[in-house]
C-alpha cells in the first residue's frame, strides 16, 4: 500500500484528498498512475497525466521514474503559487 | 543561526517578529523584512478573497530548506519566515520574511533570495475568489524569472 | 505617493509603521522594512552608548530627497522614514525604512537605495561612547561604496 | 549678518553651536571663514578650514566658493554618520 495525497486543483478535479490503494506490482510514478488509470477510470488518467502536475514522494519533489515502495506517500498538485 | 518557520491561519505581528529578530544577539546591526499582502486584483479579475492551502510536513521542510540555502550564501543571524493558509481578504497579510544580519547588504539580499523561492518552489496552493467565480492560480512567469535570476548570481 | 518622514527621540513600532503603509491602498501588494540597531561593537571598541544629533529642517528636507530619487527609479505607493537622534543603547532600533509598492522588486530595491543614501548624505551625526572615551563617527567606506553603486546601475 | 550654526565635533571645537555675525564685506564662505578667522584666532581658522568640513548654505550643501549675503544661514559640520 502507498499513501496518496492529492491537493489544490488536482484534489477538486479528482474528488479525492487522500487514499490508500495497493500498488499492484508497480515500481515506479509513472506504472503507479497506469495502475490508478486502470482502477479508477480515464479522469484519474487524465489528471494525474497532466502535463504541468507536481509529484512528490515521501515530501520530497519527485519525476515520474522515481520508484516507489509500500509505505510511500506520493503526493500529486498542480504548480504552487506561495508568497 | 535562529530559524522560526511557523505556517498558520492567525495574523502575524511585525513589530513583534522584528523586535525578537533584533533580541537574538547584541550583534544584529540590520533588520529587514518583507510583508505580502493581499491585493485585490491580481492579473485581471476582481478579487474578493484568497483561500491558501499547503503540504503540512513538506512546506516546513521546504521553507527549512530554502533558509539553509541563503544561510551559505549570506552571513545571517536569524531568520523568520510565516506564512498564512485558509481564507484571506484582499489587504490581509498573507506572508512575512524577516533576516537579521550584522550588515545590512546581507540582509536585503537574504530576504529577496527567501521570498523569491518562497514563491516558485514552497508547496502552497492559492484559489481566488473573483467576480467570474472560483479559479486556482498557477505560479507567475515573473516569479519564476525572480527565482531564476539568483541562479545566475 | 504617500511620504511619512519623522526624525524624533522615541521609539518606533514596526508593526504600526508597517499596517500603516498597507492601508495605503488596497492595490499594495508588498511592504519592505529596513530596521537599523545600535550595536555594540562598531569597528573595535565596545560601545556603551550613542548620541546622535541633526540639522533641523535640513536633514528632513534631504531624506524628502531622498525618497523622491528612488520615487523616479521605482513605483511606490508609500514611503516611510523615521530615524532616532538623542541618547541611544546598544540594540535600541535606530532607524526605520518601510516602502510599500504594488511589486516586491521595486519595494526592495527602493528601500535599499533609500537606507544607503540615509547613511551617506542625511545630516545626522552619531558619538560613540566606547571604553577608550567619547568619539565622533566618520562616514564609512563601506557606506560610500554602497551609495556609489547606485550611481553605476 | 548671517546665521551661523556648528554642529558634533566641530561645535565642541569651537564651543560655539549658534552665532549671528556680520560678514564685513565677505562675499563668498571661502572669504567668511577668513574674516571669522580674523575675529576669533586661529583656531576658528584651523577647524573651518579641515579638509573633510562640510558646508551648507540655507540648508543645502555649498563648495567655499557658495556666495552669501546677509539674511542667509550658513551651517559648518563633519562628515555625516546617520542610519
Known amino acids: 500500500m502507498v499513501k496518496l495525497i492529492f491537493f489544490a486543483s488536482i484534489r477538486e478535479d479528482l474528488g479525492v484528498s487522500e487514499a490508500e490503494e495497493a500498488v499492484d506490482g508497480a515500481t515506479t510514478v509513472a506504472e503507479l498512475v497506469q495502475v490508478l488509470g486502470l482502477r479508477y477510470g480515464s479522469l484519474w488518467t487524465e489528471v494525474l497525466s497532466r502535463e504541468n502536475i507536481l509529484i512528490a514522494v515521501n515530501q520530497a519533489m519527485a519525476g515520474l521514474q522515481h520508484p516507489i515502495v509500500p509505505g510511500d506517500e506520493v503526493a500529486f498538485f498542480p504548480p504552487v503559487t506561495g508568497g | ?116 523561492f518562497l514563491k516558485t518552489r514552497a508547496t502552497f496552493w492559492k484559489k481566488e475568489q473573483t467576480a467570474a467565480g472560483p479559479r486556482w492560480l498557477t505560479t507567475r512567469d515573473s516569479d519564476v524569472e525572480s527565482a531564476r535570476a539568483w541562479q545566475k548570481s
Open chain 2, 1 to 116: 543561526m535562529q530559524t522560526k518557520i511557523s505556517v498558520q491561519t492567525v495574523e502575524f505581528d511585525v513589530g513583534e517578529e522584528t523586535r525578537a529578530l533584533g533580541r537574538v544577539s547584541s550583534q544584529v546591526g540590520a533588520i529587514t523584512s518583507f510583508t505580502g499582502l493581499v491585493r485585490d486584483i491580481n492579473e485581471q479579475a476582481g478579487v474578493s478573497g484568497l483561500f491558501l492551502e499547503h503540504y503540512p510536513g513538506m512546506t516546513e521542510k521546504q521553507i527549512a530548506e530554502i533558509i539553509a540555502e541563503a544561510a551559505l550564501r549570506w552571513q545571517l543571524q536569524a531568520v523568520t519566515v510565516i506564512h498564512r493558509i485558509g481564507a484571506l481578504q484582499p489587504t490581509d497579510p498573507i506572508v512575512f520574511v524577516g533576516v537579521a544580519s550584522l550588515h545590512r547588504g546581507d540582509a536585503f539580499n537574504a530576504c529577496e533570495y527567501i521570498i523569491d
